[in-house]
């Protein structure tokens, strides 16, 4: 019954938010309330589960979240972005931006944590799209998500392929053999899948786009400035060292702690708290310098007013995955796997995906659910006849699978790429959908050889 609960929970959230349009903190209030008590977690628990489960996420992207936006917000002042997007327009086309923005985020990318990457990104897929016509938004923001989690799942040093490769002992380097490779791949195919999906009636911007007004104001804002403005500007690699500079700490961390040079210095700086910090401050010196100090604080205020909206949903998205999480649902899962030791290689194969698929959908994190069932099935490993690194990449397969409302980061994708929750679910549900469908061949494919 937990698992039919867990749907209910989350079919109840989407229905609120979509045919009753009940706002989204209320919605997933509720639906976290509904399944902790109907499975039996009980009203303690279940408060607890849901006040913990905000608190963890603020944790973990509180900070990065305000930092990210506060960077985006003083870029936009300047005009970095949309200079940023003159130069990719002109560097790959229009029509190919999609693809070179998957592509970067899957491989360039995955040694940042993803929360950071769409704060970072989002500006540059809005203000990209409107170089590529009418579905120009929904194809960047589906670019970008599904490049992100692509990366995220496949390419080391990203979290849950570093994650699944640990849990079942596969060496790294054995697993970038394959992951550099379908990471790319499956981010470039969704988005080909993605444009031939938006060439009807599919997107109708009028229901599907939803700009949060601070949003709007400051980039209307920012483009009368950068139009009426007739004094020097700095360079473009200069206005986007907040972005990069960040970025180089960020990936320079991980990759000192994955071939343990790493110091407590090194730490301290690869931090991601403390290097969108020091980007914050650059960008901040920077707007200063190039809009003024009347710019730079209305920039700061907008970015102050979006920032408030973003973090109650995302905290309110973990509280409901937190409550999924004490419903001890993975344990049932566990059961179902153990009773198919043995089973032919395509039958193991597609049974990890559909367990690491169903845990995304049930707890809302691709790399809690890529983590958890990797733990599941680590102790039956040696009885199946499929090889570690098949396991391990059908499980990034599914844990791809349908990012939507039980996850913090469907909140902020949302905000930051001002969609409505139906948009989103057309973009970036949709788009990890067709990862993760996409994917799973390739993975069949390596069971061949590997």
């Given at each position: 019954m937990v698992a039919v609960h867990t749907a209910i929970a989350i079919i109840l959230a989407i229905g609120l938010i979509i045919r009753f349009k009940v706002?989204?903190?209320?919605?997933?209030?509720?639906?976290?309330?509904?399944?902790?008590?109907?499975?039996?977690?009980?009203?303690?628990?279940?408060?607890?589960?849901?006040?913990?489960?905000?608190?963890?996420?603020?944790?973990?992207?509180g900070l990065l979240i305000g930092f990210g936006v506060l960077i985006g917000a003083l870029l936009h002042s300047t005009g970095a972005f949309r200079r940023m997007v003159g130069v990719l327009?002109?560097?790959?086309?229009?029509?190919?931006?999609?693809?070179?923005?998957?592509?970067?985020?899957?491989?360039?990318?995955?040694?940042?944590?993803?929360?950071?990457?769409?704060?970072?990104?989002?500006?540059?897929?809005?203000?990209?799209?409107?170089?590529?016509?009418?579905?120009?938004?929904?194809?960047?923001?589906?670019?970008?998500?599904?490049?992100?989690?692509?990366?995220?799942?496949?390419?080391?040093?990203?979290?849950?392929?570093?994650?699944?490769?640990?849990?079942?002992?596969?060496?790294?380097?054995?697993?970038?053999?394959?992951?550099?490779?379908?990471?790319?791949?499956?981010?470039?195919?969704?988005?080909?899948?993605?444009?031939?999906?938006?060439?009807?009636?599919?997107?109708?911007?009028?229901?599907?786009?939803?700009?949060?007004?601070?949003?709007?104001?400051?980039?209307?804002?920012?483009?009368?400035?950068?139009?009426?403005?007739?004094?020097?500007?700095?360079?473009?690699?200069?206005?986007?060292?907040?972005?990069?500079?960040?970025?180089?700490?960020?990936?320079?961390?991980?990759?000192?702690?994955?071939?343990?040079?790493?110091?407590?210095?090194?730490?301290?700086?690869?931090?991601?708290?403390?290097?969108?910090?020091?980007?914050?401050?650059?960008?901040?010196?920077?707007?200063?310098?190039?809009?003024?100090?009347?710019?730079?604080?209305?920039?700061?205020?907008?970015?102050?007013?979006?920032?408030?909206?973003i973090l109650l949903i995302t905290g309110v998205g973990g509280s409901l995955g937190a409550v999924i999480t004490q419903t001890g649902l993975d344990k049932v899962l566990a059961g179902l796997f153990q009773a198919e030791t043995g089973a032919p290689i395509i039958l193991s194969i597609l049974l990890t995906w559909f367990i690491a698929a169903l845990l995304h959908l049930a707890i809302g994190s691709v790399s809690v659910a890529a983590i958890t069932a990797a733990g599941i099935i680590a102790p039956i490993l040696g009885s199946l006849n499929v090889s570690p690194i098949v396991i391990g990449l059908a499980i990034a397969s599914g844990a791809l699978f349908a990012l939507q409302v039980d996850s913090n980061f469907f909140w902020m994708f949302k905000s930051l790429l001002g969609l409505s929750t139906k948009g989103s679910l057309k973009t970036l549900t949709l788009a990890t959908s067709i990862a993760s469908v996409v994917s799973l061949p390739m993975v069949i494919v390596v069971s061949l050889f590997a």
């Open positions: 706002d989204p903190v209320i919605s997933l209030v509720i639906a976290s309330l509904y399944l902790g008590l109907a499975s039996g977690v009980g009203f303690a628990d279940t408060i607890e589960a849901i006040t913990v489960g905000f608190g963890e996420i603020m944790t973990e992207v327009v002109r560097a790959v086309g229009a029509t190919r931006l999609p693809y070179a923005m998957a592509t970067l985020l899957s491989t360039l990318m995955p040694s940042i944590y993803v929360d950071v990457q769409v704060v970072l990104a989002s500006p540059v897929a809005r203000s990209a799209s409107t170089y590529i016509g009418r579905n120009g938004l929904p194809l960047m923001a589906s670019a970008l998500g599904a490049g992100i989690f692509a990366g995220y799942v496949f390419v080391i040093p990203g979290l849950a392929a570093i994650s699944i490769a640990g849990l079942l002992d596969i060496p790294l380097g054995r697993w970038l053999l394959f992951g550099i490779v379908i990471g790319p791949v499956t981010a470039i195919l969704t988005s080909l899948v993605m444009r031939l999906l938006l060439r009807g009636t599919f997107w109708k911007p009028e229901s599907d786009e939803e700009v949060n007004e601070a949003m709007a104001e400051q980039e209307a804002h920012d483009a009368a400035a950068a139009e009426a403005k007739t004094g020097r500007s700095l360079p473009l690699v200069v206005l986007l060292l907040p972005i990069l500079v960040p970025l180089v700490l960020i990936a320079f961390g991980a990759f000192a702690d994955l071939f343990d040079f790493s110091n407590s210095f090194i730490a301290f700086l690869g931090n991601a708290n403390v290097a969108l910090f020091i980007g914050l401050l650059g960008a901040y010196l920077m707007s200063r310098a190039t809009a003024g100090l009347a710019s730079t604080r209305e920039a700061m205020d907008e970015g102050f007013h979006t920032t408030g909206e």
